[in-house]
């Protein structure tokens, strides 16, 4: 994964609450599939 996506995947999972979703050893493709979810959990919990 890239360093944008490391920071970006850090962030998310802290905002989330789900810090184990954060890895070092992710593909970037991997990575950017468990941003896209965690955007998608935040939002939605900012929805209700």
């Known amino acids: 994964m890239t360093p944008r996506q490391s920071a970006m995947l850090r962030s998310l999972s802290a905002e989330a609450y789900q810090p184990k979703l954060f890895a070092k050893n992710l593909t970037a493709r991997e990575a950017e599939r468990r941003i896209a979810a965690l955007r998608a959990e935040i ?4 929805s209700v």
């Open 43 to 46: 939002e939605l919990a900012n």
